[in-house]
């Protein structure tokens, strides 16, 4: 999902990242991913919160650069990783 998204922004006009970007925001977004799951079975809210704000810390330089990009590979990420949280807490409450 991540990957169509940004695709189609990609293919707008934005110029795409370098591989080493693109390598990068992969291992940072699997591991965020683990992350925000795990906050979220948790209630660990403000957690989640942190997790965000780090990443936009850490990715400031590159979304300078190409804010679109980052801000929707972001968003979409956050937003899955919820959503299969938020599931997951469902799921487990009933059985």
């Known amino acids: ?9 990609s293919g707008n ?4 990242p370098s591989r080493e970007v693109k390598d990068t925001g992969y291992v940072i ?8 799951l795990t906050f979220m079975l948790l209630d660990a ?11 936009a810390i850490v990715r400031a330089e ?3 650069k190409q804010p ?3 801000l929707a590979g972001t968003m979409v ?6 959503m299969i949280g938020f599931i997951l807490k469902i799921l487990l409450t009933r059985f």
């Open 29 to 36: 977004g699997k591991c965020e991913n683990l992350l925000l």
């Open 77 to 82: 990420n956050v937003t899955y990783s919820i």
């Open 1 to 9: 999902m991540v990957n169509y998204v940004l695709h189609s922004i």
């Open 68 to 70: 679109l990009y980052f």
């Open 13 to 16: 006009g934005v110029a795409e």
């Open 45 to 55: 809210f403000t957690a989640m919160a942190l997790i965000f704000t780090a990443k």
């Open 62 to 64: 590159d979304m300078k």
